[in-house]
């Protein structure tokens, strides 16, 4: 089997913009989602938020992921999504552990109230005709896990539990795969990723849906320990991504040379000035890839370039230290 046809680009606000999912997909990303949507702005069609639903044929199979703390908003969104964007899935986030969205109840915030989310997954999935999915987390903190054979007891939709854990749950309420993060929300992103609870349920001949891990994939390598010691369905990557769309591909991450890899990074640059319309806000876009990617590790005495690379705040200052530093690979 060729796991590489399995490898997804997780969903990442700020990162997964059209220009870096279509260079993902370029790679081999076998599916691509959008950055989040806040249900509630795109009811009030907040221009920043109906950007996101822009999509092109190029990028399919792509997902839009929505996060809301109420049925109705989200329902209304994915209404709206559907009609607006016509992904090939709709994305429900119940995983996003940040304080000002799980705080709210949004997100990760829905591990605190399963039968909510429950609720607004059955609803969803009963408004609209596209497949809904869901992405969450094992649980809000260690003693309160979702997952496997070690429930939390605070769960009581139809007297509780029931020897189910909430992928069971979910599949009955409709969606159709879910994407599990082996963290808790109080890990944050902290410490390891944990996927012997994973792994559990892609081997619980109850759940049918497809069971696609996430957490600490930062190579092929982990990609393929992944499938074959927990089996699960697909593997998404996340922030490994981060200046190299290259990943998804063995043949690209071990043939281009750094010169090639960098090229693709500018090349990201000239997309991100054309879709965002303003040189400086494009190379403060463009900033996190570059700050983060592997191409320049092991160079000599870089530092003082990276600096001067990573003040730079006009394509011709950024293009000319990049050059520099294809001649010193």
């Known amino acids: 089997m060729n796991y590489e046809l399995n490898l997804f680009l997780a969903p990442m606000e700020d990162v997964t913009d059209i220009g870096f999912r279509r260079l993902c997909k370029r790679y081999g990303a076998a599916m691509v989602y959008t950055e989040f949507v806040a249900a509630e702005a795109l009811i009030r069609n907040v221009s920043a938020t109906t950007r996101k639903l822009t999509v092109s044929d ?45 705080g709210k109840g949004a997100g990760a915030g829905m591990l605190r109230q399963i039968p909510l989310m429950l609720q607004m997954t059955a609803a969803v ?9 869901v992405k969450t987390r094992l649980g809000w903190d260690a003693e ?3 997952f496997g054979s070690n429930l939390s007891k605070q769960f009581t939709p139809e007297g509780g539990w029931q020897g189910r854990d909430l992928a069971w749950w979910l599949q009955k309420a409709g969606a159709t795969a879910l ?16 996927w012997t609870l994973i ?18 994939i930062t190579s092929l ?24 769309p290259w990943i998804f591909s063995r043949e690209a991450t071990q043939t281009l ?48 370039t990276r600096i001067r690379m990573l003040r730079a705040d006009t394509e011709k200052e950024l293009l000319a230290v990049l050059a520099e530093v294809k001649q010193m690979l």
């Open 125 to 133: 999935a009963d408004a609209v005709s596209t497949p809904v999915t």
């Open 144 to 146: 309160n896990l979702v």
């Open 257 to 304: 040379t750094p010169q090639e890899k960098i090229d693709i990074l500018v090349e990201l640059l000239h997309i991100n000035m054309e879709r965002i319309g303003d040189e400086y806000k494009a190379i403060l876009h463009t900033r996190r890839h570059l700050a983060a990617t592997p191409v320049f590790k092991g160079i000599p005495n870089f530092r003082p």
């Open 221 to 244: 390598d982990d990609a393929d320990r992944a499938f074959h010691t927990y089996g699960v369905d697909a593997v998404m990557i996340g922030r490994a991504t981060f200046g190299q």
């Open 199 to 216: 792994g559990e349920v892609k081997r619980n001949p109850d759940i049918t849906i497809p069971i696609i891990g996430n957490g600490d």
């Open 58 to 102: 190029d990028e399919r199979p792509v997902g839009i992921q929505i996060y809301g703390r109420t049925v109705d908003a989200v329902v209304e969104a994915a209404r709206i999504v559907e009609r607006e964007a016509h992904p090939d899935v709709i994305d429900l986030n119940f995983g996003c552990p940040v304080k000002k969205v799980a």
């Open 179 to 194: 994407t599990i993060h082996g963290r808790t929300r109080s890990q944050m992103y902290t410490g390891e990723a944990d």
